[in-house]
């Protein structure tokens, strides 16, 4: 089994819609992150978290919030879906020190319309 | 705001060549790190740098970091299909956030 999951894998929805993506971890790390990709623009970081308690913006948060439910669990939600949103979404998981190597789920497609 | 620009950005080469990918930036960090993504997957750490002049290998793989800390470098020697995908360098100054470069998608035609 995957260590990280991301659901759903795929979606399409409308301008205005409330959309959350979700993201489970069985890696035991306290650190979890979510990123988007869009092509020519590498990832770039929406929210991170370092526990269930801690929440923090990255370089993009605005129209997206997120909510840490547990250790395992950290979704992101559009609370209102506009088309330049459309984008693949990525969660990721580290641990404390060492290299901070980033695990990566495998994506959700999101598609706005 | 894009701190670490990479280049090329689209790379296609024929199986057995030698090729170098560029990450630059304007700013210092404190460690840089190289993922690779293929298709349909998330990035997959191949290497973090934390030392300026640092010159890591793996395999046929070569990454360095620049003296100054702003800039790194991925040499891959004689290239084989299973290389192909996307190259992103990511840095660090304070181990919190990375900031991920714009990425050279690679394709090596067998």
């Known amino acids: 089994d995957a260590d990280v999951t991301q659901t759903p894998r795929n979606r399409i929805t409308k301008t205005g819609k409330r959309i959350m993506l979700e993201c489970s971890q069985t890696?035991?790390?306290?650190?979890m992150y979510w990123y988007r990709q869009d092509p020519g623009l590498g990832l770039r970081l929406i929210y991170y978290?370092?526990?269930?308690?801690?929440?923090n913006k990255g370089e993009i948060s605005d129209g997206y919030s997120v909510s840490r439910q547990a250790q395992a669990k950290f979704s992101l939600s559009l609370e209102s879906a506009i088309p330049n949103q459309t984008a693949l979404y990525f969660c990721a998981t580290s641990d404390w020190g060492g290299a901070n190597e980033q695990f990566f789920g495998p994506g959700t497609r999101l598609t706005v319309l | 705001t894009q701190l670490l620009e990479q280049s090329p950005q689209f790379l296609s080469i024929q199986e057995g060549e030698n090729l170098t990918v560029y990450c630059n930036s304007s700013?210092?960090?404190?460690?840089l790190q190289w993922y690779r993504q293929e298709p349909g997957e998330g990035p997959v750490l191949l290497v973090t740098v934390v030392t300026g002049g640092e010159v890591k290998k793996l395999k046929r793989l070569t990454f360095q970091f620049g003296d100054a800390r702003k800039d790194s470098s991925l040499h891959i020697t004689a290239a084989q299909p299973g290389d192909t995908g996307l190259y992103l360098c990511a840095g660090s100054n304070t181990g919190n956030q990375f900031y991920f470069g714009t990425g050279t998608s690679l394709t090596v035609i067998p």
């Open positions: 890696k035991g790390h306290d650190r």
């Open positions: 700013s210092v960090f404190s460690s």
């Open positions: 978290s370092f526990d269930v308690k801690d929440i």
